[in-house]
């Protein structure tokens, strides 16, 4: 069975310009969340879908958005970009939203650098 | 104000020692407690998880302590081995289920 897998792996940008991520889960899940690693803040949870819909949104500006499609994958996109964006997104999948044992696959990342 | 806490950055020991990493949470609400280990350029693969109503949890060569008064949990491999050095994470599930993660601690297992 095939892991998450996202697109790009690597992407350079500069300062104002939009930028879109992309991730496909683990066949079969339909719940996809994204978080942003920073060097020494750890990941930071950026929103989850589900069936198309958010659950679930962290602590980001409006820049910041997402989406999902029918076939569970989702999309996220940045606009505006500020030097401060760069980092790597990580997108997980699981099986059904939330949930406290629900576990989590993380897709490998897109390291975005802002210039 | 970080939920989870990793204050040690990094932790070197030899190989078929104990490694013992550690992790701090100021949330009494919090359930649910998971450990990540991350290799560069992988994205975080799950380890290991504990219920807050239990207060070890173990898997082979690892083993998780939850001690909910302290606030405090523990990640236990024993013997280390040079290929479980990596980047751990520890989260915790908060009341509408976001994982809220630490900063993460290097580990590196010495030959």
Redesign the interface.
């Known amino acids: 069975k095939a892991g998450v897998t996202q697109t790009p792996r690597y992407l350079i940008k500069t300062r104002g310009q939009q930028v879109t991520l992309s991730c496909s889960p683990i066949s079969g899940h339909r719940s996809v969340s994204w978080y942003q690693q920073t060097p020494g803040q750890g990941l930071q949870f950026l929103f989850e879908y589900f069936s198309e819909t958010q659950r679930n949104k962290g602590n980001f500006p409006g820049r910041f958005s997402g989406r999902q499609f029918s076939n569970s994958r989702s999309e996220m996109n940045v606009s505006t970009l500020e030097l401060g964006d760069s980092a790597l997104y990580l997108c997980a999948s699981s099986m059904r939203p939330g949930g406290t044992s629900e576990t989590q696959y993380f897709g490998p990342g897109t390291r975005l650098l802002v210039l | 104000d970080?939920q989870?806490k990793?204050n040690s950055?990094s932790l070197s020991v030899q190989e078929g020692r104990i490694s013992i990493l550690n992790c701090d949470y100021t949330n009494s609400m919090f359930?649910?407690f998971?450990w990540?280990k991350k290799y560069p350029?992988?994205?975080?693969?799950?380890l290991i998880?504990i219920?807050s109503i239990k207060d070890k949890n173990e898997d082979g060569r690892f083993t998780v302590f939850l001690n909910k008064s302290a606030k405090h949990l523990s990640l236990h491999i024993v013997p280390s081995q040079p290929g479980d050095s990596a980047v751990y994470?520890c989260?915790a599930?908060d009341s509408?289920?976001?994982?809220?993660?630490?900063?993460?601690t290097r580990l590196l297992v010495r030959p």
């Open positions: 970080q989870v990793q950055p359930d649910y998971l990540y350029a992988e994205g975080p693969t799950f998880s219920s994470f989260a599930k509408s289920y976001k994982l809220i993660f630490g900063s993460g």
